[in-house]
């Protein structure tokens, strides 16, 4: 690819700009386009990559379109997308919610489109971003994606359907460990630690957590086991969990992160 267009400069397409410059993709192989002109001069600025008078012109020339805008702000953008784009250019869209066929409505018959739902880890290249194919997008295009998100973390291919499930689970999901956290923090202060104390055990337990299952392959329910004595402390801790429901809690809390990611699209 000799070029990509990121419509949006926003913090997930500034994220992805940072990935691929890191990952060794040409400044002036890429191309920043927002309404918001002060944003795209900040991120042309820290990475050095080109910038558009319109939407129109960034994606005129595009081999690739990143759509990185607010889903409420998507139509608007499209509007300007759809007589502009070049024949065989594929767009990417990380815009939560927006079903491939709505983006194909607005393009040109034929043009492939990738729906893609990433999370903001990625921020920190340890996201993990789900790529489903619209109706004109071939293998070769989800390729595509999956480079374009693999410089920013990891990469699963999944049907369309899936999308809603994916957001429930790793798309919200940073939010969720992030609530667990701060309920840790605030229990520790109520037990008496200090609370930078109490921060630091609980963002490194959890960091390192995630690590050993990353690296031993471990199913997370055979590392539970490891640390539940028979008897002990974390065994009593589990039973309150259990006893509060807290398994089922968020599962219903998924179940209504999936349910209104369907709502969102329409």
């Not at 409420?72 to 869209?93: C, H, K």
């Not at 893609?116 to 390729?143: D, F, R, Y």
Request: hydrophobic share 50%; aromatic share 4%.
């Amino acid at each position: 690819m000799s070029r990509l267009a990121v419509v949006g400069a926003g913090v997930m397409g500034e994220t992805i700009v940072a990935g691929l410059v890191a990952a060794g993709w040409e400044p002036e192989q890429l191309v920043a386009v927002d309404r918001y002109q002060p944003r795209v001069d900040e991120v042309v600025g820290r990475h050095g990559i080109g910038s558009a008078a319109s939407i129109a012109a960034a994606v005129a020339d595009a081999d690739a379109v990143l759509l990185a805008v607010k889903p409420q702000d998507a139509v608007g953008v499209l509007a300007e997308i759809g007589p502009a784009i070049r024949p065989g250019a594929v767009l990417v869209s990380i815009c939560a919610g927006l079903t491939a066929s709505t983006i194909e409505a607005a393009l040109p018959v034929g043009t492939p489109v990738v729906r893609v739902m990433p999370n903001t880890p990625a921020k920190v290249g340890e996201g993990v971003s789900a790529i489903s194919a619209g109706s004109a997008a071939t293998p070769e295009h989800l390729e595509l994606a999956a480079a374009l998100l693999g410089s920013v973390g990891k990469v699963v291919t999944v049907p369309e359907a899936y999308q809603d499930a994916v957001t429930a689970v790793s798309g919200s999901g940073p939010a969720y460990v992030f609530y667990v956290v701060e309920a840790m923090v605030d229990a520790g202060v109520l037990l008496g630690l200090p609370r930078d104390v109490a921060t630091t055990l609980a963002v490194q337990t959890v960091y390192g957590s995630a690590k050993l299952l990353v690296e031993t392959g471990e199913h997370a329910g055979r590392l539970r086991e490891q640390v539940t004595s028979p008897g002990g402390t974390t065994a009593a801790a589990l039973r309150e969990l259990d006893a509060h429901g807290v398994k089922a809690a968020f599962a219903a809390a998924m179940e209504a992160a999936r349910d209104r990611s369907r709502e969102l699209a329409g």
